[in-house]
């Protein structure tokens, strides 16, 4: 009978934005099939685990991804944990997952475990190994994505950032689009939220309501004098 297993962990500098953290682990354990003769049927395992703590100063989202490859009775979970929930993936000895959770401000832990088992009875699982992945990713609730932009659209509208007291989205409508622009609208998640034409066109800063626990697609058209239709668009996370 053998068995080995290890665990190790990654993780960039926490400030209290976004921040990975990285675990990676492998596990094997053996054992050869008792003989006819023998009444003992011989169990070994391996186990190995990585953890740590994280104080949050602001409401964030965590992402937990969970890969695995391997063959047998093993697995890999890991995941977020907080005083009053958790949130756990566990992968078999081949497989992949991912969940994501919304996290209140305070003291969070996460964590890796690995292990696999051998059995020496006749129909036991004799050989089981793995090795693969658990990443957390944590992200300040409200962020937003990078923003995606047609026929230079940033030059006329710019989508800020969700004030997640209220949910809502600032977005400006900037000194060149009172030249160029004909007519904008708004849209939060495919409904129309605001709409601009003619004098009301100008460099001004607005608004745009949203569901404050909801993700949000915001996207703005910008209709040109010239016949083009610019446009800009960005995803936020929920508050």
Known sequence: MKSAASATVTATPFTGGATTVKFSGNASA????????????????????AGGQYILTQPMWATV???????????ISGGVSTDTSEAYLSSGS???????VY?????????MSV????????DGVHSSSVSGSVTVDLTPAG?????????KGKRYVTLGARDCATGNIAATVTKKAKKAASQITF?????????????????????????????????????????????????YLGC
Do not use: F, M, Q, Y
Not at 30 to 47: F, I, K, T
Not at 115 to 122: K, L, M, N, R, S
């Open 30 to 49: 053996s054992s050869l099939p008792r003989l006819a003769a023998s009444g003992c049927d011989a169990h070994v395992s391996a186990d190995a685990g």
């Open 65 to 75: 991804t969970v890969t695995s490859s391997g063959s047998g009775g093993a697995s």
């Open 94 to 100: 081949r497989g992949t997952g991912s969940l994501s």
């Open 103 to 111: 996290l209140p401000a305070g003291k969070i832990w996460v964590g």
């Open 115 to 122: 292990g696999a088992d051998a059995h020496g009875a006749p």
């Open 143 to 151: 962020s937003g994505s990078a923003v995606t932009s047609k026929s």
């Open 187 to 235: 849209t939060v998640n495919g409904a129309k939220v605001a709409k601009l034409k003619g004098k009301k066109i100008k460099k001004r800063t607005l608004a745009l309501p949203a569901a404050k626990a909801s993700d949000a697609t915001v996207v703005s058209k910008i209709k040109l004098k010239s016949g083009v239709t610019a446009e800009v668009s960005r995803d």
